[in-house]
């Protein structure tokens, strides 16, 4: 009899979870109170006959065992996870919201450069990353030998071959930079032209912390008549100031870019040692940010712009190269690997 009772008792603690701690204080009572079936089960257990005693006695003993571990275990579940238990009784709570993520710091120093140059009248443009021939290289006055036309550097699409004929043999490559977009905004419109292009490149490189297969850059373009070297660079330093704050010093460099001339590397003080020199600056207090220069004639003229009544200024920045500045980030594959913990370290109010 005792027996029954202890396996059909034992069959309904194993399958109790409570929803609530009203629940478990109800079982509490019904099995560990002072009236309840254990101490019940005790009570019969001193009438039972001295043989019966013997076996029973240890089955009673790990029946309360049992009944006593199961309460504790779920007590603790329901201090440390009350959510899971007690919160569902109460209707009247609001709901569990959701895990809201971040922008991605690329994203972040995106839009903050495109904000930049809103300000200052540029429009945003965009072009697509599969590019034939001459939007990446012939337009933008790349010679035919030229080494960033290598297959070292740029993804063909389809590749040259003698056998190739007809306008589309093999010259479709994925761009390698975003330069590729000034040559289409200026063969579909006219002047002025004032916009801002950011968009993904692709270089055929080794990923390593500091190359990576695929990256992102922001274009600029201004063409209109008379602009002049002084346009660009009192462009470029008032976003430098924009981006690193007052106080920041630019220097320009001579540089070589097939489609502007002349051309120039432009150099902010370092932000982050502040011109006294670090690992990041390589102790020179100075970091490059971007290539720039006035739009060479050929270019506006591959276009069908005249070079005799318009002139301009471009400019092609990588915004990894300005997030790691900013974050003092020290390896490119971090950027695409996903991983949350690298995430959510940008976290800020999606808006
Ligand atoms: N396209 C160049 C690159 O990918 C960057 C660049 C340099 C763009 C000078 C420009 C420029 O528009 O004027 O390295």
Known sequence: MMQEQITQYTTEINTFHPDSAAELEAFRIRF????????????????????????????????????????QSLKEQLETQPEKTALKDDLTLPGEGFQLGSRHPL??????????????????????EIEDDWHNFSALNFPEEHPAR??????????????????????IALRTH???????????GKPPFRAIMPGRVYRNEAISARAHCFFHQVEGLYVDENVSFADLKQTLYHFVLELYGEGTKVRFRPSYFPFTEPSAEMDVSCSICKGAGCQMCKYSGWVEILGCGMVDP???????????????FAFGMGIERITNLKYQIRDLRLFSENDIRFLKQFQTEIS
Not at 45 to 67: D, M, Y
Not at 117 to 125: E, Q, Y
Request: with cysteine; net charge negative.
């Open 32 to 71: 560990l109170g002072t009236k309840g079936l254990i101490k019940d089960l005790f009570d019969q257990f001193k009438t039972v006959s001295p043989e019966e005693k013997r076996t029973l006695g240890k089955t009673l003993n790990e029946f309360k065992q049992l009944a006593e571990t199961k309460y």
């Open 107 to 128: 994203s972040l120093v995106r839009n903050e450069i495109i904000d930049i140059f809103k300000r200052l009248g540029f429009i945003i443009a965009e072009g697509p």
């Open 150 to 171: 290598d297959m070292q550097d740029t993804f063909f699409i389809s590749k040259k071959s003698p056998a190739d004929s007809g306008e589309a043999a093999g010259d």
């Open 178 to 188: 975003t330069s590729s977009v000034q040559v289409r905004m200026m063969e579909a």
């Open 298 to 312: 050929n270019v506006l003229e591959n276009c069908g712009i005249d070079p005799e009544k318009y002139t301009g």
